[in-house]
């Protein structure tokens, strides 16, 4: 976890962040006092462009550029409650991004392990990162459907772009016991759920949690 917290100096940037939190994540039923404190904590205006700060805290996605998102931060909190962290867990996050969920991810458990495909993405969000102080995330540029196998298995995975099928990487690299959440599409017209995942010893159970919008995960095929 992050030894200096990240922390806004500005007390308006405060303000809205506690509000969006309290009206958009509280109010919602999102319970894990772990999850809600690591929303209070990371600074959201600081991982989006500068044209789009003024609407950082507001109830949806923003761009980042390269036809990628920041996701509304109801669903980051949701998508994090769902795996259940621990402080000693260790997490697989498929899509870096700007680094937003990252940081709330090392903010409950011990390791984060990002991989980004897009490289300016990646470097722009372990720069920031590495400003904001977290000493827990290990990160990679590349291919995040394979997943990172020299560093599995991991108590949970969470994938932040949508796939057509759960690639199998992922539940090789998922622990006996482990959550993943994963935006899967469904059926016609582009339609995504959220679907949870449970590893048992004897199953690998599925769940859809509801429907979400996220930008299609990018293979080394399509890069």
């Known amino acids: 976890m992050n030894e200096n917290k990240p922390s806004s100096s500005d007390e308006a940037w405060t303000s809205h962040r506690l509000q969006m939190v309290e009206n958009q994540i509280v109010r919602r039923q999102v319970k894990d006092p772990a999850v809600i404190e690591a929303m209070r904590k990371v600074p959201r205006h600081l991982f989006v462009p500068p044209e789009y700060q003024d609407s950082s805290y507001h109830d949806g996605p923003l761009p980042i550029g390269y036809e990628q998102t920041i996701s509304q931060p109801y669903v980051v909190a949701s998508m994090t409650e769902e ?15 700007c680094g937003y969920q990252t940081a709330v991810l090392a903010e409950i458990t011990c390791e984060v392990f990002t991989i980004e495909i897009i490289p300016q993405l990646a470097q722009k969000a372990q720069k920031l990162l590495g400003k904001l ?44 016991g482990g959550r993943m ?43």
């Open 83 to 97: 795996l259940k962290l621990q402080p000693e867990n260790r997490v697989l996050e498929i899509g870096t991004g």
């Open 133 to 176: 102080g977290y000493k827990n995330i290990h990160f990679r540029h590349g291919d995040g459907s394979t997943g990172w196998p020299e560093k599995a298995p991991f108590d949970a995975i969470i994938v932040t772009a949508a796939a057509p099928v759960i690639p199998p990487a992922f539940i090789q690299q998922l622990k006996y």
């Open 181 to 223: 959440v994963i935006p899967v599409e469904r059926g016609m017209f582009g339609s995504q759920d959220l679907i949870l995942i449970i590893k048992d010893y004897d199953r690998v159970k599925e769940t859809s949690l509801y429907p979400v919008r996220f930008v299609p995960l990018i293979t080394r095929d399509e890069d």
